[in-house]
């Protein structure tokens, strides 16, 4: 049954819960896509009406975590350091763990 009234609020649901699969890998492979889905998501709210739908304070804390003074903006891993500029250093943060973490997962499985 199609509708031609905007549902608000799922839209609203949508967005919040864009961040909240972090157990998935998948969440990992889009984290390069992460700023600009910030930027889109508030733009969307701000549309609807729904500015503070997000939590404002954490918002800003992760976008300012992603600025270096010496380089402007770059992507910091999950503990809020700077990914080390090495053969793996343009993967997105938190990918990077998420590969040290199934490469042990695949190790320990074979182990036993």
């Given at each position: 049954?199609?509708?031609?009234?905007?549902?608000?609020?799922?839209?609203?649901?949508?967005?919040?819960?864009?961040?909240?699969?972090?157990?998935?890998?998948?969440?990992?492979?889009?984290?390069?896509?992460?700023?600009?889905?910030?930027?889109?998501?508030?733009?969307?709210?701000?549309?609807?009406g729904h500015q503070d739908a997000l939590p404002k304070d954490?918002?800003?804390?992760?976008?300012?975590?992603?600025?270096?003074?010496?380089?402007?903006?770059?992507?910091?891993?999950?503990?809020?350091?700077?990914?080390?500029r090495d053969d793996q250093s343009e993967l997105p943060c938190?990918?990077?763990?998420?590969?040290?973490?199934?490469?042990?997962?695949?190790?320990?499985?074979?182990?036993?």
């Amino acid at each position: 049954m199609a509708t031609e009234t905007l549902l608000i609020d799922l839209h609203v649901e949508f967005i919040q819960n864009l961040d909240t699969k972090r157990n998935d890998l998948a969440y990992y492979f889009t984290e390069h896509l992460r700023m600009n889905g910030i930027y889109w998501g508030l733009t969307a709210l701000a549309l609807m009406g729904h500015q503070d739908a997000l939590p404002k304070d954490a918002v800003i804390e992760w976008v300012m975590s992603c600025w270096d003074e010496s380089v402007g903006a770059r992507l910091r891993n999950r503990a809020g350091t700077l990914n080390e500029r090495d053969d793996q250093s343009e993967l997105p943060c938190g990918l990077q763990e998420a590969l040290h973490h199934i490469r042990d997962m695949t190790l320990t499985s074979i182990r036993h």
